[in-house]
């Protein structure tokens, strides 16, 4: 696991979107939705580059990082369907 390594390439919020390749991604969140083999766990409120064209979102490594790792823990839980909402 990497780890410290934070990279921010971004220069302002003019990322264009890699989905459609047509908008502009802006800074918003989203609900990030993951399936780990019989579990599902919907996390809300995730920091994400929302793309204005689309709707696709599209998460940092940092919080793709978190985001699984919250999963990780509903796994170890046992529990099918989770709800969260992220904690900045
Ligand atoms: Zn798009």
Redesign the pocket.
Known sequence: MRRGAMTIEREGSHAM?I??K??ETQPKTATVTLERGTTTVAIKGVPADV?E??G?YCLSEEMTDRVLAMSEEVVAHGAEIEVLRFAA
Do not use: L
Request: charged share 10%; with cysteine.
């Open positions: 979107c989905i459609c047509q908008g793309c064209n689309c696709e």
